[in-house]
């Protein structure tokens, strides 16, 4: 079996340099080094309220990057018309609320399936690679291979939080495995990220069948004191076990 492939959220760098409203850190720097050293990918999340990445990191790092961009946006037509337009290879559709500090859960797709649908077959007519955040649930991996999702990405937030807080980690463990299996059986690809660090991610890389795992508060925030290489390559390491 192919190992897993890492994708570095790169957004936190951009929090850094809105603090001051300079124009450093650089995300494009950051992207191109993550590259460097091993990234498979790059995330970045347009917000609605461009709290981090701006439209024009967004365009800068397009046009530089080698390796795949992913791009992760509201289910909105202002964000499908900007998706269409850059045409980044890879699109991961999250929830958003402005009011929260991260993206608290999962899409609901009971509630919002047509709109994701329509915005999930414009994609593909530019052949973008699509992905929905997701919590571990089967109902919303049915509904996600119904509407034509390439791809899954778990939300990972309840584990690593429960493991963080040393609490038990083995039902959502389970809830999870479960969930992979069943996506994967009907030709959905996985994906996994939210809130890993180094340990949890030792925990998460026992999980069978996740292709990709996108990762960026923790490692962006760990470069600070090992630099970005090294944290690249020891998430590397720890998720090929
Ligand atoms: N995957 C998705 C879909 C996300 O929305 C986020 C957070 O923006 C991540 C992965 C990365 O989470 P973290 O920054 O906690 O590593």
Do not use: W
């Not at 650089?26 to 990445?53: C, M, N, V, W, Y």
């Amino acid at each position: 079996m192919s190992l897993p492939r890492l994708g570095v959220n790169i957004d936190h760098v951009a929090t850094i340099r809105n603090a001051r409203g300079e124009n450093y850190p650089s995300p494009l720097k950051a992207a191109l080094l993550a590259q460097k050293f091993g990234a498979d990918s790059i995330t970045i999340h347009l917000r609605e309220d461009r709290r981090h990445i701006r439209d024009k990191d967004l365009i800068e790092i397009k046009k530089k990057l080698k390796i795949p961009l992913n791009l992760e946006m509201a289910p909105t037509k202002a964000m499908l018309k900007i998706s269409l337009k850059y045409k980044p290879k890879y699109v991961c559709i999250v929830p958003e609320k402005r009011k929260e500090i991260t993206t608290e859960g999962g899409l609901n797709l009971r509630k919002n399936s047509s709109l994701i649908r329509k915005i999930i077959r414009e994609l593909k007519k530019k052949n973008i690679r699509t992905s929905l955040f997701i919590e571990p649930d089967i109902e919303d991996i049915k509904i996600a291979k119904k509407i034509q999702a390439d791809c899954i990405e778990i939300h990972t937030g309840k584990i690593c939080n429960l493991y963080n807080k040393k609490q038990k980690t083995k039902d959502e463990f389970k809830k999870i495995q479960k969930s992979v299996n069943f996506a994967n059986n009907i030709g959905l690809e996985v994906h996994a990220g939210h809130g890993i660090t180094f340990s949890s991610a030792a925990l998460l890389s026992k999980i069978k069948g996740i292709k990709e795992f996108n990762i960026g508060h923790f490692l962006i925030g760990e470069s600070i004191f090992i630099g970005i290489r090294n944290c690249i390559k020891k998430f590397k390491k720890i998720l090929k076990k």
